[in-house]
């Protein structure tokens, strides 16, 4: 079975671009997160879709983020203007849902660097 | 917001030496989970522990959840190389929306 996929798996860009990560999950899995992860630290949400729909957005940048999972399968999360601050790792994760036990898969991250 | 505190953040061990990191939240939790992610690569799920004083082992990974589900351990029994990495522990936020908030992460090194 495959796993999470992702692309890039690097990008380097300067300050004020835009840049664009994508990720297909595991098939069969409705549930799909995007996760920040800094150096050091634990992952953390950014936004999580139920099928299409994006039921929780709180934690995403919404001036200058945004993603989509248009067919309820694949997603896509931008941001555009990037900062030096947005410097990190972007993992993607999905899962059954709920209902289905709590264990997501993450795929193999976007490692962006600003400069 | 809800949060988990994880703890040590760093542990550097001889091979062959026992591990143990700790998550510790100040309210119940309905269940936690461990994942370990290797030095350049992504979190991968271990376990999730659902039920008070709950104990789960996977060979020589021992996952206990406390009574009064507030905290958990993972503990490695004489630890191997492969072992090195960060070991996260996550919780469902309040509303069990399917949102997972990570603690800091215990990073191990095992010197052979």
């Known amino acids: 079975e495959a796993g999470v996929v992702q692309s890039p798996r690097y990008k380097i860009i300067e300050k004020k671009q835009p840049v664009a990560f994508w990720c297909n999950p595991i098939?069969?899995?409705?549930?799909l997160y995007w996760y920040l992860q800094n150096l050091g630290q634990g992952p953390e949400l950014l936004i999580r879709y139920e099928n299409e729909e994006a039921v929780d957005d709180s934690q995403l940048p919404k001036d200058r983020f945004s993603a989509e999972r248009l067919k309820g399968v694949d997603s896509t999360l931008k941001i555009q203007p990037a900062e030096l601050g947005d410097s990190a790792v972007y993992l993607c994760?999905?899962?059954?849902?709920?209902?289905?036990?709590?264990?997501?898969?993450f795929g193999p991250g976007t490692r962006l660097t600003v400069t | 917001g809800q949060q988990v505190m994880q703890i040590p953040q760093y542990q550097h061990v001889q091979e062959g030496e026992d591990f143990t990191t700790y998550c510790n939240s100040s309210t119940t939790l309905s269940n936690i989970q461990w994942y370990k992610q290797r030095p350049g690569g992504h979190p991968v799920f271990l376990i999730q522990?659902?039920?008070?004083?709950e104990v789960k082992k996977q060979k020589r990974l021992t996952f206990q959840f406390g009574e009064a589900k507030k905290n958990s351990s993972l503990h490695i029994t004489a630890t191997q190389t492969t072992d090195v990495g960060t070991y996260f522990c996550?919780?469902?936020?309040?509303?069990?929306?399917?949102?997972?908030?990570f603690g800091q992460g215990t990073t191990l090194q095992v010197k052979p």
């Open positions: 522990l659902v039920k008070s004083g």
């Open positions: 996550a919780i469902t936020g309040s509303s069990n929306t399917g949102k997972l908030i």
């Open positions: 994760a999905s899962s059954l849902g709920l209902g289905h036990g709590g264990e997501q898969y």
């Open positions: 098939s069969g899995h409705n549930t």
